[in-house]
């Protein structure tokens, strides 16, 4: 079995305090996960604690010890995020207690999937008040995901039941699917600090991808990108660490100042932070009074606590027991993706009152109590085709790596979701961006319409300019998605090209007899002048018209391709133009290079024009320029070779 195929897995507990959390991960591992001075001195514990537990079957879990006091909540919700079994443990001589309470509902709300109930202390008990405790327990949970839990009985003191709770992780674990090893790599930080000679180190719950040694990876906040120096797992250095695992990093060159707990390190241009997020909420049946518009909450994300206004979208108060969908203003930036899971706490008292998932976490300040907004984010919140289809149409277009930042799912499932949507014309993708076939359906439809417009107001041009025509359309659009839509319209014999122009195959210039008469004479003075052509405006000077009138009668010249241009103001009659490149080849028959004084005695023209002529070659590559001077490149056969 290699390494992406195993199943890392993180146990965690919960429970009121002093009911034997710790005592009981001591029995399980032999490993004492108190470590600060205090916890010591007062018994409990305060902060997150950490071991590993080696299973029967040689699997290595990972454990997370939480404190149970409810002054230090704030610390279990910083590691309970990432466990994947959790052990609800509760003292046979006390029972259910309020910290039980409210774990469990932590917990339900950030549905976890898998736990069991252990009874501790039941050294200090007899079997029949075991008995009444158990089924308090089992109404406590009846309603919740631990209702069809096994429940354990176990002394930490004399190990009695240890085995067969020992058993009974091992054959709960081996249910639970396995997380996300492919996908990006983020691992929220719990604890952080600095060891002498090796610099800042931080801890975590790897919840996707792998960290291997010599990685770069962004730290946000503060949103810097680092080198993975070294990698642990449970306090032994390894080349590469999973999704599952409890991991410590230590990253070259960060300063630990700038390192908060709740800050994520993960793959570079993955994550992103934000203040705003969109959340489907649910308010607990005891939450003790209604939640208003505006209300401030503590928000707990992650490994990151921060405090957080809700905007109540489509009512004015959410009432214990409701669920809407809603948007959170946080008073500073975390790292948030679709789907994950959050905890709030009432401001003042704090209090568990309820939790959610995030539907969208970078979204636009929404407008309350609009049925458009509320039915684009019931679509959202549907399912993760749901999500990048409207994520398409709220960005128009966009490229893989974007879904990618802004879904948080996978890159192969987002491949997979894309082309099922394809499949299902839903969707298509354009060179290298994807929009939804809606989009594309109506971008085709402006190229047509904007060509029309163009045709009207310039009746003598050939057609409207790639980069006019470009202009009509999304700027996000991305010049290879453009001319992958503008050659389908082309395909489909809705537009033509003309040069570096596009028109609708009926159209063609249609000069007036006025304009016919312009025309006539401007082709006439150029092709009388030769290559002795004067600029545009002096040109305009000797026919004594002015340059307002005539700008579409050049247009309708160049497109013809009776008049050549070189630049914006320097301008060849085509016989003119073919008789200079005639001579070009003649003189490249017989020599080498070619300079601009050369060829102009050469054509009998002034500097000026020779030096336009000779960049408009430069240009088409038919002579490149070394110095002052310049060689034959791609120069075209004339038709009598």
Not at 130 to 141: P, Y
Request: a negative charge; hydrophobic letters at 40%.
């Amino acid at each position: 079995m290699n390494k992406l195929q195993q199943r890392f897995v993180i146990l965690g507990t919960a429970g009121h305090v002093d009911h034997g959390k710790t005592e009981l991960i001591r029995a399980l591992t032999g490993q004492e996960t108190d470590r600060l001075k205090e916890e010591k001195e007062r018994g409990i514990s305060i902060d997150l604690g950490f071991a590993s537990f080696r299973l029967p079957s040689g699997q290595v879990a990972g454990v997370v010890d939480v404190p149970g006091h409810e002054r230090f909540i704030h610390n279990m919700l910083a590691g309970i995020g990432g466990i994947d079994l959790v052990l609800l443990v509760v003292d046979v001589g006390e029972g259910v207690m309020p910290q039980t309470h409210e774990h469990l509902q932590i917990l339900q709300l950030l549905e976890v999937q898998r736990g069991i109930v252990v009874l501790t202390k039941c050294d200090l008990a007899e079997e029949d008040w075991i008995d009444i405790v158990e089924e308090e327990i089992r109404e406590e949970v009846a309603e919740t995901f631990l209702k069809e839990a096994p429940f354990c009985r176990v002394s930490s003191l004399t190990g009695a039941g240890i085995p067969e709770l020992v058993k009974t992780i091992q054959t709960e674990l081996a249910g639970l699917t396995p997380k996300d090893a492919e996908g990006p790599m983020r691992l929220p930080v719990d604890r952080h600090f600095s060891v002498s000679g090796f610099g800042t180190v931080v801890t975590g719950t790897l919840l996707s991808g792998s960290v291997s040694t010599g990685d770069t990876v962004e730290v946000l906040p503060p949103g810097e990108q680092v080198r993975v120096r070294e990698v642990q797992v449970h306090g032994k250095k390894v080349e590469q660490a999973f999704a599952g695992q409890r991991v410590a990093v230590n990253l070259a060159a960060l300063d630990r100042a700038r390192l908060q707990r709740g800050s994520v390190v993960g793959t570079p241009g993955i994550f992103e932070q934000t203040e705003r997020l969109d959340a489907r909420l649910s308010l607990l049946p005891e939450a003790p009074r209604p939640l208003k518009f505006r209300d401030p909450v503590h928000f707990y994300l992650g490994t990151a606590r921060v405090v957080g206004i809700v905007a109540l979208l489509d009512r004015d108060e959410l009432k214990p027991g409701e669920s809407a969908i809603v948007q959170i203003h946080l008073d500073r930036p975390l790292v948030a993706h679709r789907q994950d899971r959050f905890i709030v706490r009432s401001y003042s008292p704090m209090t568990t009152i309820g939790g959610g998932m995030v539907i969208d976490p970078r979204p636009v300040k929404h407008r309350r109590f609009r049925q458009e907004v509320m039915a684009a984010l019931a679509e959202l919140e549907s399912g993760e085709k749901s999500f990048l289809l409207q994520k398409l149409a709220d960005q128009e277009c966009t490229r893989l790596k974007d879904l990618e930042v802004a879904s948080g799912i996978g890159r192969e499932r987002i491949e997979k979701h894309l082309e099922e949507l394809r499949a299902e014309a839903r969707i298509d993708l354009l060179a290298d961006q994807w929009a939804s076939a809606e989009s594309i359906r109506a971008w085709r439809r402006r190229l047509v319409e904007e060509t029309g417009r163009f045709h009207a107001v310039h009746p003598l041009d050939p057609g409207i300019p790639h980069a006019t025509l470009k202009g009509a359309l999304p700027a996000k659009l991305s010049p290879k998605a453009f001319d992958t839509l503008l050659e389908a319209a082309v395909a489909d014999g809705e537009l033509l090209k003309h040069g570096e122009s596009v028109k609708q195959p009926d159209f063609a210039p249609t000069p007036s007899a006025e304009q016919a008469r312009l025309i006539e004479l401007i082709e006439s003075a150029y092709l009388e002048a030769g290559p002795q052509a004067k600029n545009r405006q002096e040109m305009l000077d000797r026919l004594n018209l002015p340059a307002g009138r005539i700008d579409d009668c050049f247009a309708f010249l160049f497109g013809s391709g009776r008049l050549i241009k070189l630049n914006e103001e320097s301008f060849l009659h085509a016989e003119t133009y073919q008789a200079a490149l005639a001579a070009l080849r003649s003189h490249f028959a017989a020599n080498e290079t070619l300079t601009l004084a050369q060829f102009r005695d050469l054509i009998g023209s002034a500097r000026k024009q020779v030096q336009a002529l000779l960049e408009y070659w430069d240009g088409l590559k038919y002579t490149m320029r070394r110095g002052d001077e310049r060689v034959a490149w791609k120069l075209p056969k004339g038709s009598d070779e």
